[in-house]
């Protein structure tokens, strides 16, 4: 007995009603993505292993999926490294390329090769597929796609005010309210500071960046297992609670951070993005400052982001944030850059529960459905045929002379709005029988009159 087929956990398979809501997505996406001045790039779906090791901290590592490599990998390891079964010696012999994680850290390696060819700053964006070795669950997928804008080669915050408005933008045509949390990694690393954590500055920032998904107790307790001192985290516990407007919080942090220049330096540049953003105004998004909000990723520098759905308990849509040296890891020094990144999955998971597909997505189809009586008939029905894709209208013809009832069938089922009869008597005449589907009303043309009744119609 066959097995049945099946596919890995946390990857689907879509329906063309799927591949339609998701294109919508995507044209929306890359509509606002051009209108701000972005230009699109593709990178490979893998790439060397030491280009993404390293990058996204421990447990970003861990979630990366390595590729074996090919023919007999096992025979160059170490026979020690197998005996005491060290995963981690042996990934390095016998994997030497890995799924990309991200787009931002193979964009980092596309900038630093392809350096003398671009014009700085570069704006690109990327809708591609990503992987990781997480476990699944809703919203959440091993395999999803990423729409990610970034400019490299410019410090300026007025990056951060466009990049919000971007978010804005899009997220307001797909009719999503959404709020947008903005935090910034000098403040989280002058917290880290003054509270004498600046040695434990990863551990600390994973760990209050689970706030929202393990709360307080939580988080405090992970950060006593990674070495942060109770009277370490005494210090950061107002943070848990801190209330007011972004200008009040901002006002708070600024005498907590008195004594670190970076943490206020922090403070500065976040006061200008807000300020800014309330002069300028948001069309139906929010923004809200996000002290908790670190976002695990080792590289961020500067101001990051996420994004969430007011209307939908999902976690995160959106994010990014500001990486003042990621292509120095490959060569290439002082290249600030920014970047966002749009999760087409959950987005999608977001537009389906508050029914925002209705009257948007219209499946691929013909706009005619030329019948099949016969190996003549459907010959001559050939020349039409042809015309019309050539006229740009969508056309097809049943590929089988089967009954007609069951041709008529697949046209209602596809809901094509007219088809074309011909059968002996248009045969002889060369005529084309053209019957409108919803009212049953039928004509008899010529080819150009067949044209130019389905053109006008």
Same mark, same amino acid.
């Given at each position: =007995? ?22 919508? #997505? ?167 500071? *003054? ?32 070495? *942060?001192?109770? $009277?370490? *985290? ?42 800014? *953003? ?50 120095? #890891?490959?060569?290439?020094?002082? =290249? ?60 097809? #013809? ?26 002996? $008597? ?32």
């Amino acid at each position: =007995m066959a097995q049945k087929p099946g596919i890995p956990k946390g990857t689907r398979d879509f329906s063309p009603t799927e591949v339609a809501k998701r294109d919508y #997505i995507f044209a929306i996406i890359k509509k606002h993505f051009e209108l701000f001045g972005f230009q699109p790039i593709e990178t490979p779906s893998f790439e060397n292993s030491s280009t993404l090791l390293g990058k996204y901290g421990e447990e970003g590592d861990r979630l990366i999926f390595k590729i074996l490599n090919s023919g007999d990998f096992l025979a160059k390891a170490d026979e020690n490294f197998l005996k005491d079964k060290n995963s981690s010696k042996v990934t390095a012999q016998i994997s030497e390329k890995a799924l990309r994680y991200d787009l931002t850290v193979p964009f980092a390696r596309y900038v630093v090769q392809h350096q003398n060819e671009l014009v700085f700053p570069f704006k690109r964006y990327q809708m591609q597929p990503v992987w990781r070795a997480d476990r699944p669950q809703k919203g959440r997928f091993r395999e999803f796609y990423q729409c990610d804008a970034d400019v490299i080669g410019s410090k300026s915050l007025l990056q951060e005010v466009e990049f919000i408005q971007l978010y804005d933008a899009i997220f307001s045509e797909l009719g999503v309210t959404a709020t947008i949390k903005l935090n910034n990694r000098k403040i989280l690393s002058g917290i880290a500071e *003054i509270i004498g954590a600046k040695d434990k500055l990863i551990n600390f920032t994973v760990a209050l960046d689970k706030l929202d998904k393990i709360g307080e107790e939580g988080v405090v307790n992970e950060m006593l297992t990674k070495g *942060i001192s109770q $009277e370490a *985290i005494a210090k950061v516990k107002p943070l848990f609670e801190l209330s007011g407007t972004s200008e009040e919080k901002l006002d708070t942090l600024k005498g907590l951070l008195a004594s670190s220049d970076e943490g206020l330096q922090g403070v500065q540049d976040l006061r200008f993005v807000i300020e800014s *953003i309330s002069k300028l105004g948001l069309d139906q998004s929010k923004l809200e400052l996000d002290v908790t909000l670190a976002r695990g990723l080792n590289y961020y520098t500067g101001a990051i982001f996420e994004v969430v759905a007011n209307d939908v308990k999902l976690g995160s849509i959106g994010g990014g944030g500001r990486y003042d040296d990621l292509t120095g #890891i490959f060569g290439l020094k002082d =290249m600030s850059g920014i970047g966002i990144s749009f999760g087409l999955d959950r987005i999608y998971l977001v537009l389906e529960e508050l029914g925002l597909f209705k009257q948007v997505v219209e499946l691929p189809k013909p706009k005619v459905l030329f019948l099949n009586f016969g190996e003549a008939e459907a010959n001559y029905c050939l020349e039409a045929l042809k015309a019309f894709r050539e006229s740009d209208i969508k056309a097809e #013809i049943y590929p089988d002379a089967f009954k007609i009832k069951k041709q008529l069938n697949y046209a209602n089922k596809r809901e094509i709005e007219f088809v074309v009869l011909v059968g002996e $008597e248009e045969l002889q005449r060369k005529r084309y029988t053209l019957k409108q589907m919803n009212s049953g009303e039928q004509q008899t043309l010529d080819l150009e009159e067949l044209l130019q009744a389905v053109r006008n119609s």
